[in-house]
């Protein structure tokens, strides 16, 4: 039956109203896993808090089995999914310049947004500095447009770029997934013996 | 550590490795038959040649035109705009994103329009909506639109309307000027002619 939009059980005219109910979700998951907080993120490249890695990678992990299933069952047809084209070269430096950010700014995009929810001053000094940086990338666009659009590899997934099936890529990710959320806790534990302003828990 | 994340990993794990031994299934979404024969049945997927013409005309952004014929034969003649799809590429993935376009309104046609029905049930079968089949095909473009034929004197007023629209839609895709409409009439006057008049009107 899946996706609604697409196969026309209803309309786009929904788009924005599930967009809504989506963002609202998003923002009280990302609040309630402690993400309004910087010191929490950037624990991340510190050592000493590994959260922002472990809710994230659940979130794919879960969704990855999640479509699988849904898929096999027929509720949703994956070949009608939208699959982002992949810009590999323009990706990977967007990802560095995304997570410079990251470590400088203690936020991502998504995540300074509930923290002005629960009125963070810095979160706000972020937003400001997020906004003049669309501008200026919208500015001097043109002089970099080549290199946005090049090695567009098209609507391509790693299992397809991998040439393995879905389900081994998933299986590979989980068990990837599963040692990182151990390691990370056993790496927490090692730096935290030798940190102590902040309990996390 | 909690427990919890013990069962969870386990869970995961199960989940993740099930995947594997999931038996073979087929979700491929074909038309209900009883719903394709309804549809088989009902003359609602014909468009007049009139109405193709009009839409070409008007340039008509949902119009989208595909002929089924093989690739030479549109090399030859085919109408404006139309996309070339054979009638056996038709279920292949190159040809079948052209189909089921949200908001166009696809049309087969072919020399007559028995290849064009074959590619709508085709494409009926695939799932696709929103496709039409030209009526008639291109031979009844031709008597329709490229050559009309002049109503008799005694003919409705509407036969003329459509008589007088056909003209124009001729000159508009041959580039003819106006004086060939007197010659059309000089040749509506020869008796052959009123001939083939009565096989247009059945043909299509």
């Known amino acids: ?201 | 550590m909690n427990k919890n994340y013990i069962y969870l990993t386990l869970l995961m794990l199960i989940l993740s490795g099930g995947l594997f031994f999931l038996p073979d299934r087929d979700n491929t979404k074909y038309s209900n038959p009883e719903d394709l024969m309804w549809s088989i049945v009902q003359p609602t997927r014909f468009v007049s040649t009139d109405a193709i013409a009009k839409m070409i005309i008007e340039n008509d952004p949902t119009l989208e035109l595909i002929d089924v014929r093989a690739a030479d034969e549109y090399g030859g003649f085919s109408l404006q705009n139309a996309l070339n799809m054979p009638l056996d590429s038709i279920v292949s993935d190159n040809y079948q994103e052209y189909l089921g376009i949200d908001g166009m309104n696809t049309v087969f046609f072919s020399n007559d329009d028995i290849k064009a029905d074959q590619a709508w049930v085709i494409a009926k079968r695939l799932g696709f909506d929103n496709v039409y089949v030209m009526k008639g095909g291109l031979n009844c473009w031709m008597s329709t639109i490229i050559k009309p034929l002049e109503p008799e004197e005694t003919a409705s007023s509407e036969a003329f309307e459509l008589y007088s629209f056909r003209k124009g839609a001729s000159i508009y895709f041959t580039g003819n000027n106006i004086e060939s409409s007197s010659e059309s009439k000089k040749t509506t006057l020869n008796i052959t002619r009123k001939k083939k008049q009565s096989v247009a009107e059945g043909g299509c």
């Open chain 1, 1 to 201: 039956m899946g996706p609604l939009i697409p196969q026309g059980i209803i309309t786009g005219d929904w788009d924005f109203v599930i967009a809504l109910l989506l963002g609202i979700a998003f923002g009280f998951i990302l609040e309630a896993s402690g993400f309004s907080s910087s010191r929490n993120i950037t624990g991340a490249f510190y050592g000493y808090n590994f959260v922002v890695l472990r809710v994230f990678f659940t979130a794919v992990l879960v969704a990855m089995i999640g479509l699988l299933y849904f898929d096999y069952m027929g509720w949703i047809a994956m070949d009608m999914l939208y699959i982002l084209p992949t810009y590999l070269t323009p990706m990977i430096l967007g990802s560095i310049i995304m997570g410079f950010g990251f470590v400088l700014g203690g936020f991502c995009p998504g995540t300074s947004y509930t923290a002005i929810a629960i009125g963070k001053i810095d979160a706000m000094v972020f937003t400001g500095g997020l906004f003049l940086g669309i501008f200026m990338f919208s500015e001097t666009f043109p002089f970099f447009s080549d290199f946005y659009y090049s090695e567009n590899m098209g609507n391509i997934t790693i299992s397809e770029m991998l040439g393995v099936s879905n389900e081994v890529f998933t299986f590979i990710l989980v068990v990837v997934g599963l040692a990182a959320f151990w390691g990370t806790w056993i790496i927490e534990k090692r730096v935290r013996k030798n940190i102590n302003p902040y309990k996390f828990d």
